[in-house]
């Protein structure tokens, strides 16, 4: 069993930076593949990126290539998002999602636990 719990949300202009913090719990926290999943009002819930149990794979959706780095800290059980260069478009709810695998996946039915998310605002 993994539990997830988000930080790090807030309004932000245009153009600043956040870094959202995941934090995770659980022995096993280093077997699992972790992501960063968005979702805007009326909007499907959408990959933003995504690591490797052991870190060493990235995935980035279009959306945030470029913009946005994710890592992990197996020691600590985090997985952080940094978000740079933020555009109104990039304001919904992140989630952290944790999948039983070493490999990334994009589909949010891959993944088996979820936190409970951390708004993001960017104003324009």
């Known amino acids: 069993q993994v539990q997830l719990v988000e930080s790090g949300g807030g309004l932000v202009q245009a153009g600043g930076s956040l870094r959202l913090s995941c934090a995770a719990s659980g022995r096993t926290f280093s077997m699992y593949a972790m992501a960063w999943f968005r979702q805007a009002p009326g909007k499907e819930r959408e990959f933003v990126g995504g690591?490797?149990?052991?870190?060493?794979?990235?995935d980035y959706a279009d959306p945030g290539k470029g913009r946005f780095t994710i890592s992990r800290d197996n020691a600590k059980k985090m997985v952080y998002l940094q978000m740079n260069t933020l555009r109104p478009e990039d304001t919904a709810v992140y989630y952290c999602a944790a999948r039983m695998s070493a490999v990334v996946a994009r589909r949010t039915t891959a993944y088996d636990y979820w936190g409970q998310g951390t708004q993001v605002t960017v104003s324009s």
């Open positions: 690591i490797s149990s052991s870190g060493g794979t990235l």
